[in-house]
């Protein structure tokens, strides 16, 4: 007894006639008539009373109808139930990235993920980007955004973006202002985001507020200023992000940061200066790490493979929108 016996029979009782039945079903009527003594026979009941009018059914027959129609019902509706079930990869996943770009992307990389893989579950790790290459290398995560390293031992590594360091702060007197030079022409860069230039060494003599050298940004500036044979003004020097916000929000210095975190800058205020480094002009780029496949959990790879071109969809929708100054240097896929 299968469903498809089921619904022939069920057909046979509401038409009152086997040659109808098998009308409406597109079949032989021998092959229904013995569809339904295969049936009776499996039930080990008489199901139908034939006679020259046509056919109806016995009190078992009755009896079976009804609980056909209900399976039937049952069915279809499990049926619909698992078709609406989301479809594609299901699993978790740990990204690391340094936490001044996940402030940019993370945010819509996760909202993405869960319209079109919501049985996909991404845990952050959002640390200095040093920490980051250590979460990678000790496997607690599986995909990693590395700062200005190209390759790294024990990793797979391919280029993600890059994108250029700003020079901003509170310029109360105007002073600084003076000191910018207007956009190249020919510069790539989507509006409102037409931002002037500003001297390398001008910048590096202005107060400035950085963290230590153990951090990636501060590093950058120095390699900058080694360059150029540059001293570098530094009016404060504290380790947390937080604080050196503060400080440059209410005015006591200037800092250098990334195209990623100037949505996270008070650029509202008259007085706020925004200005693109150059001479020498400072990038940072970032490396999309994963474990190499030896490494890998093969579960985890379509998993993995969803998350890579989500946020290379993000990555880009965030660039072609202007909310992200930078360039996608290759879009994310399974290395």
Request: with cysteine.
């Amino acid at each position: 007894m299968d469903l498809r016996s089921l619904r022939y029979f069920i057909a046979v009782v509401e038409a009152g006639s086997l040659s109808r039945a098998a009308g409406s079903l597109y079949i032989a009527q021998p092959a229904l008539t013995a569809q339904i003594k295969k049936l009776e026979s499996e039930l080990g009941a008489q199901l139908l009373e034939r006679s020259h009018i046509g056919v109806t059914p016995t009190q078992a027959g009755v009896q079976l109808y009804q609980d056909a129609r209900r399976l039937l019902s049952d069915a279809s509706a499990m049926r619909e139930r698992i078709q609406r079930l989301p479809q594609g990869p299901e699993g978790s996943i740990t990204i690391a990235m340094p936490f001044l770009l996940a402030s940019l992307l993370m945010g819509p990389l996760l909202a993405h993920l869960k319209d079109t893989h919501p049985r996909i579950r991404v845990f952050v790790l959002d640390d200095l980007s040093l920490m980051v290459k250590k979460a990678m290398l000790d496997r607690r995560a599986e995909i990693g955004i590395l700062v200005d390293t190209h390759q790294a031992e024990g990793l797979v590594c391919q280029p993600f973006a890059r994108e250029s360091m700003y020079f901003c702060g509170q310029d109360s007197s105007g002073s600084v202002r003076a000191l910018l030079q207007p956009p190249p022409a020919n510069r790539q860069e989507l509006e409102p985001a037409k931002r002037p230039d500003i001297d390398f060494a001008a910048a590096a003599a202005q107060p400035l507020v950085l963290q230590s050298r153990r951090f990636s940004i501060r590093q950058q500036v120095e390699d900058a200023a080694t360059l150029r044979g540059t001293a570098l003004n530094v009016a404060h020097e504290h380790d947390s992000a937080r604080v050196i916000r503060s400080l440059y929000a209410c005015g006591a210095g200037f800092t250098f940061t990334p195209a990623c975190a100037l949505s996270d800058t008070p650029s509202m205020a008259s007085d706020w200066l925004v200005a693109r480094v150059i001479n020498p002009e400072m990038i940072r780029t970032y490396t999309l790490a994963t474990a190499p496949e030896r490494d890998r959990d093969p579960g985890t790879d379509a998993v993995m493979q969803a998350v890579l071109q989500a946020m290379a969809a993000v990555a880009q929708r965030l660039v072609t929108t202007g909310r992200w100054d930078a360039e996608i240097v290759q879009p994310a896929t399974h290395p």
